[in-house]
């Protein structure tokens, strides 16, 4: 079984840049879609990107143009750089399997101020 452990956030100023990472406990090569979620207080988890194997990637139109999903298959780890940050993007950001078939790991907040 996968464990996932997410790093990275932090509190940042709007328009600032933090980088997560997504460390698994187990190979993920054969996991051909991950993705990353975000919760925000009060609201339902919510598909933030996803990237296959192959590196096709796709975006919610929230963070479109902002955010780069990226995966290391070798370390198995998976990154978000998210730049030009809003306080809209103020949540627990998770990693999974595209679908969220994966026990879900502790998240990381990222908070960002205005």
């Known amino acids: 079984q996968v464990q996932l452990v997410e790093s990275g956030g932090g509190l940042v100023q709007a328009g600032g840049s933090l980088r997560l990472s997504c460390a698994a406990s187990?190979?993920?090569?054969?996991?051909?879609?991950m993705a990353w979620y975000r919760q925000a207080p009060g609201k339902q988890r919510e598909l933030v990107a996803t990237?296959?194997?192959?590196?096709?990637?796709n975006y919610s139109n929230s963070v479109k143009g902002r955010f780069t999903i990226s995966r290391d298959n070798a370390n198995n780890t998976v990154y978000l750089q998210m730049n030009s940050l809003k306080p809209d993007d103020t949540a627990v950001y998770y990693c999974n399997r595209f679908g969220g078939y994966l026990p879900w790991g502790q998240g990381t907040q990222v908070t960002v101020s205005s």
């Open positions: 990237i296959t194997t192959g590196g096709s990637t």
């Open positions: 187990a190979r993920i090569f054969s996991i051909n879609r």
